[in-house]
């Protein structure tokens, strides 16, 4: 998908979003995928919200620092069907052991961005605190 011009990366996001829809495990499938993503260290500044790209500037962009990669796995599950009414939130977060900052994906009561895998929210190390919190509106 990444590896593309623009409109064939178009072409193979929304086949990627169509695959959403039917495959069994869609949240380790869109983390698979965004791991291909071209990274880069900076891109985005996850505190202001006015400059983060759209989904279509994302893939016109094509370069994923870990917070794009959450904004990617974000719009790729918004803009599915089966993901239609489910509430997305983006939290920025410190893990107050290691001083680290994490950008997390919440789908509901799931959470992404924790290594390469997602957990229940209640499953979150109780060492991390959330510092800012971004209702994703909806792309439906």
Not at 9 to 13: C, D, K, M, Q, V
Not at 85 to 90: C, L, P, Q, R, V
């Given at each position: 998908m990444f590896d593309n011009t623009y409109e064939n990366?178009?072409?193979?996001?929304r086949d990627f979003r169509e695959s959403l829809e039917t495959v069994d495990?869609?949240?380790?499938?869109v983390i698979n995928n965004y791991k291909k993503a071209p990274y880069v260290s900076i891109h985005t500044d996850p505190w202001t919200r006015e400059m983060w790209p759209n989904p279509w500037e994302l893939i016109n962009e094509n370069q994923y620092d870990d917070f794009c990669c959450v904004l990617?796995?974000?719009?790729?599950?918004?803009?599915?069907d089966r993901?239609?009414?489910?509430?997305?939130?983006?939290?920025i977060g410190i893990d107050n052991e290691t001083s680290s900052t994490h950008f997390l994906l919440f789908v509901d009561d799931t959470v992404f961005g924790l290594e390469d895998s997602y957990v229940d929210k209640s499953k979150l190390p109780t060492t991390y605190s959330p510092q800012e919190i971004y209702q994703m509106p909806n792309l439906h």
């Open positions: 990366r178009l072409a193979s996001w495990n869609p949240f380790q499938e990617g796995m974000c719009y790729s599950l918004q803009l599915t993901f239609k009414g489910s509430k997305f939130e983006i939290h």
